[in-house]
């Protein structure tokens, strides 16, 4: 059987790329892919290669035969793999997998995030701008609002029942034993 040329990061990142666009998927469909990725792995990225269904169930984490056909047959369906069964079991269903983003020309991946290792400021998605922005315009944290309430927080503090017990007022030598 050929061997593929395989880059198993961009192999990843461009399944997960898929999985994040696709609702059809359950935890149970990405373990069970994931165990079969492993298993490609082992059998060094092989065009096809046979598995066994405890073996797989193992490393998927799957307890119910009927989840694992479900899910290995919805994947085969989804064209994630191809799944061609095998009714003898000393024989094992095979099993060939799909290239997701591993061609030798460089993958151009559609989502804004930035994949590259730099010394740059990191991404940060564009809802978070958003939520900021809001709380600028609501003055949920003007300095006055903050101040009150640090000013409530010492008042409270002072209260015998609400006191902190724990809390020292020096500060603890680490070097002394137990």
């Known amino acids: 059987m050929d061997k593929q040329h395989i880059n198993y990061i961009k192999h990843l990142n461009g399944v997960f ?7 059809r998927l359950n935890t149970s469909h990405i373990s069970l892919y994931m165990a079969l990725f492993q298993l490609w792995n082992l059998s060094f990225f092989k065009s096809s290669f046979y598995i066994n269904r405890e073996e797989v169930m193992r490393y998927a984490k799957i307890g119910s035969k009927s989840t694992y056909h479900r899910c290995i047959k919805e994947l085969n369906h989804w064209n994630y793999l191809s799944y061609m069964p095998s009714h003898n079991p000393l ?15 460089q993958v151009v991946y559609p989502c804004s ?12 998605p564009f809802i978070k701008h958003n939520q900021t ?3 600028l315009k609501t003055e949920k944290f003007s300095k006055k609002n903050f101040n009150q309430s640090k000013n409530k927080a010492n008042r409270s503090s002072q209260v015998g029942h609400n006191k902190d017990n724990l809390r020292t007022t ?8 137990l």
């Open 113 to 124: 995030a930035n994949f590259e290792t730099s010394g740059g400021q990191a991404v940060v």
């Open 17 to 23: 790329e898929h999985f994040l666009k696709d609702n």
């Open 133 to 135: 922005l809001e709380n």
């Open 170 to 177: 020096e500060d603890k030598n680490y070097n002394q034993p």
């Open 91 to 105: 024989k094992g269903s095979r099993i060939k997998m799909f290239d997701f983003g591993t061609s030798p020309e």
